[in-house]
């Protein structure tokens, strides 16, 4: 098992950046592959960004390449996502996620967080 927790959502303006985290405990966390998903009002889940679970490798949905960095410290057990140039478009609860099967679609990840909210004001 393991237990994660998102931080650092908050209000931002276009434009703007903010950094999410998240903390994991439990078994060791350098083993899972992580992932960050996001979900708007009344939209479906989506898959933000992966990353291996050595941090060698990282995958990007297309609207955010360019502008989001996923990133991991296996040290702190910890992932997190650097979302610059954000627009209002990016407002939705972010998921953070693993897996101990090496996949990054949606439906391989085991464990998920409980979320964090991101709102961007034009």
């Known amino acids: 098992q393991v237990q994660l927790v998102e931080s650092g959502g908050g209000l931002v303006q276009a434009g703007g950046s903010l950094r999410l985290s998240c903390a994991a405990s439990?078994?060791?966390?350098?083993?899972?592959?992580a992932g960050w998903f996001r979900q708007a009002p009344g939209k479906e889940s989506e898959f933000v960004a992966a990353?291996?679970?050595?941090?060698?490798?990282?995958y990007y949905q297309d609207s955010v390449k360019g502008r989001f960095t996923i990133s991991r410290d296996n040290t702190k057990n910890t992932v997190y996502l650097q979302m610059n140039s954000l627009k209002p478009e990016d407002t939705a609860v972010y998921y953070c996620?693993?897996?101990?099967?090496?996949?990054?679609?949606?439906?391989?990840?085991?464990?998920w967080g409980q979320g964090t909210q991101v709102t961007v004001s034009s």
């Open positions: 996620a693993a897996n101990l099967k090496g996949r990054y679609y949606q439906s391989a990840y085991e464990y």
């Open positions: 439990g078994r060791t966390f350098s083993s899972y592959t």
């Open positions: 990353i291996s679970f050595s941090g060698g490798s990282a």
